[in-house]
């Protein structure tokens, strides 16, 4: 009796191995080509952290922002309409003119704020506008005025 229980046990045991092993042996390598391997995700997450703060940013927030600073630097804000670009950087520094012909070179996402007075009906893209630029850390680079 002891010598069939012991037996039976076995085969139950080698059963179990027998049905798992074409399981693990069907899984292969864990990263297929059409997964990424984990140094991808890392250099994928450093680019796409560096903007987060931007792409999170409602377009309310970054009008206030925009608005805050002009009234720090005494221009009176007023203005009829907005208008919001996102500039994804990539691998380059970008040229940013800013006001009194200053140039800064910039390696970063950022965004750019423009705020139309409007003085007719309708707000056109060449209308004159004042431009806040915000760093992809939420910091503002600088301001120009552009248009007409």
Not at 19 to 41: H, M, V
Request: aromatic share 12%.
């Amino acid at each position: 009796m002891y010598k069939r229980k012991t037996a039976l046990y076995f085969v139950i045991v080698f059963l179990y191995i027998w049905l798992l092993i074409p399981a693990f042996s069907s899984c292969g390598s864990i990263w297929t080509d059409k997964q990424e391997k984990p140094d991808e995700l890392l250099t994928q997450a450093d680019t796409k952290v560096r903007s987060s703060f931007l792409v999170k940013m409602d377009d309310l927030k970054a009008i206030n922002l925009a608005a805050n600073y002009l009234k720090e630097s005494g221009e009176t804000v007023s203005f009829k309409e907005t208008y919001i670009e996102y500039h994804d950087a990539g691998k380059t520094a970008e040229t940013i003119q800013l006001a009194g012909g200053n140039f800064i070179e910039y390696e970063g996402d950022y965004l750019e704020i423009r705020f139309y007075k409007g003085e007719g009906e309708e707000v056109s893209p060449d209308d004159e506008c004042i431009v806040v630029y915000i760093g992809e850390d939420g910091k503002i680079l600088g301001q120009n005025i552009i248009g007409d």
